[in-house]
């Protein structure tokens, strides 16, 4: 069956270093893979989209890879500061649907 | 200012009663979304609609119910037969297939 897999353990980073987050995912091909943050008690956030035909996407301080023969992707967030400190979901869509499945998430902490 | 609105933000469902819980959009999305999320867990989409008067069931259905009687709206219903109904309720809404998902703040559902 298809499978979304995230970091379970937190990452811990020191401010200014740049944060890396894996989602891999097992078992299909989505043509495109969306990532959110979602802050306790609030729902997700949209932040970007990447297909599979763009090995980057970038904004601002974030930027995306998606590696089709690694069934990978990672979310980089330079220069991080404390108020980046969140939970990271992964989220291609279901195999079929063009509905977003939705990893665990990585909580990601970043100390002053 | 466009967005999702779910209300309450925190509901108690006594034991055999049935809870609605609102989901009210502005955003023009034909499609809107429910889904739970477990401390944990990823989110599971419990049902979702493409278009007024029509829904599917999500990978969660059982012991929920839904309608969707105007674009605005999609409330949706946990019914007596959700042995395990508490849990944190996210609303969504999007556009064209690929779209960003908006959230609502979430309902969080006990038990009494």
């Known amino acids: 069956s298809q499978k979304i897999e995230q970091n379970s353990e937190a990452l811990n980073i020191q401010e200014g270093k740049t944060a890396t987050l894996t989602c891999n995912y097992t078992n299909y091909s989505p043509a495109y893979l969306q990532w959110y943050r979602q802050d306790p008690g609030r729902g997700p956030v949209f932040l970007l989209l990447i297909r599979e035909n763009e090995k980057e996407k970038r904004k601002e301080r974030l930027k995306v890879t998606f590696d089709t023969t690694l069934k990978q992707s990672l979310f980089h967030i330079t220069a991080s500061q404390p108020a980046d400190s969140a939970t990271y979901l992964c989220a291609p869509p279901g195999g079929g649907s063009y509905i977003p499945t939705f990893g665990r998430g990585t909580s990601l902490i970043v100390h002053p | 200012d466009g967005g999702i609105t779910q209300s309450p933000k925190y509901l108690f469902r006594k034991e055999g009663q049935n809870v609605t819980l609102s989901c009210e959009q502005n955003?023009?999305?034909?499609?809107m979304y429910w889904y739970r999320q477990d401390p944990g867990q990823g989110l599971r989409l419990i049902y979702y609609s493409q278009i007024v008067n029509d829904f599917q069931k999500g990978d969660i259905a059982e012991g929920y119910s839904v309608s969707r009687e105007k674009k605005e709206s999609f409330p949706l219903t946990v019914t007596s037969a959700q042995k395990n109904p508490t849990a944190f309720y996210l609303c969504?809404?999007?556009?064209?297939?690929?779209?960003?998902?908006?959230f609502g703040d979430g309902t969080r559902l006990s038990i009494l």
């Open positions: 969504a809404s999007s556009t064209q297939k690929e779209g960003a998902q908006h």
């Open positions: 955003l023009n999305h034909d499609a």
